[in-house]
């Protein structure tokens, strides 16, 4: 599957590095980039653009992180982070501005009331992605019924 660049959307849940591998991975083989997205949820009582100070510290940590282990992989990584109302149109819409001829997501096992849950974010995702969608849900495992994560 040759493809010149890759969207790997990230926040900070745990399946960040297991995600920016196997991009890393599909990236060596076919030369490709790899963007590297943070998405900050902005609450409707705030304003677009509002100051989420320790929101975005965090989301800055998590993409310096990325960037130091696209280099130690050696793959060529770009992070980007943006606010906005919900993460999954954010995601696709920045899938279509930087052409992206794949997203690569990992999520973690997570449970929501005792049934295992994909969440709101990657269903919209994988229904509005205008290009392919390689999702990789971890491991099931004792502790995570109560993980809950973003994407």
């Given at each position: 599957?040759?493809?010149?660049k890759i969207?790997?959307p990230?926040?900070?849940n745990?399946?960040?590095d ?7 991975d ?9 963007h590297?997205l943070?998405?900050?949820e902005v609450n ?5 653009d509002?100051?989420?100070t ?5 989301a800055?940590?998590?993409?310096h992180?990325?960037e130091?282990?696209g280099?130690?992989?050696k793959?060529s990584v ?6 906005a ?11 279509v501005?930087?052409g ?11 449970k929501?009331f005792?049934t ?10 994988l229904?509005?992605a205008?290009?392919?969608v390689?999702?990789c849900?971890d491991?099931?495992?004792t502790?995570?019924?109560n993980?809950a994560a973003?994407?």
């Open positions: 599957m040759p493809v010149g969207l790997v990230v926040h900070d745990g399946c960040d297991e995600a920016l591998r196997l991009a890393g599909i990236a060596k083989i076919s030369k490709a980039t790899i590297a943070y998405v900050i409707r009582n705030l304003p677009l509002a100051e989420i320790q929101e975005t510290s965090k800055e940590k998590v993409l992180h990325l130091r282990l280099r130690e992989l793959c770009e992070a980007t982070l943006v606010q109302r919900d993460v999954g149109p954010a995601v696709v819409q920045e899938a501005e930087r992206s001829e794949l997203i690569v997501m990992q999520m973690p096992y997570k929501r005792g295992f849950t994909l969440g709101d974010t990657i269903p919209y995702i229904k509005n205008p290009c392919q390689i999702l849900r491991a099931m495992t502790g995570a019924e993980g973003h994407v």
